[in-house]
């Protein structure tokens, strides 16, 4: 069992900057993926990025590009993702999750966290 638990959410002004942190455990940690994604309401959750088990060549969405930035730490058992240039569409549940691989698609994953709110307002 992998228990995966979300920080870092909160309300911030467009243009700002977030920092959400996943520290998972109960499982080897180091060797899966680990991706975030979002949900609005009524809507399905969106794939936002993704990093492999080294932290090599992480995977970003298009909408996040140049904005976002995903790192891991593999000795705290935690993934970051460093949020800049907020905007109010980026408004969501992020949710952080782990697989066996990068994937951008839901299904590869296995486990989920419980998700942070983030707010940005224009």
């Known amino acids: 069992q992998v228990q995966l638990v979300e920080s870092g959410g909160g309300l911030v002004q467009a243009g700002g900057s977030l920092r959400l942190s996943c520290a998972a455990s109960g499982r080897t940690f180091t060797r899966h993926a680990m991706a975030w994604f979002r949900q609005t309401p009524g809507k399905e959750r969106r794939f936002v990025a993704a990093?492999?088990?080294?932290?090599?060549?992480?995977l970003y969405a298009d909408f996040v590009k140049g904005r976002f930035t995903l790192s891991r730490d593999n000795a705290k058992n935690t993934v970051y993702l460093q949020m800049s240039s907020l905007e109010a569409e980026d408004t969501a549940v992020y949710y952080c999750a782990t697989g066996s691989k990068v994937a951008f698609v839901e299904s590869e994953y296995n486990y989920w966290g419980q998700g942070t709110q983030v707010t940005v307002s224009s």
């Open positions: 990093i492999s088990w080294n932290g090599g060549n992480p």
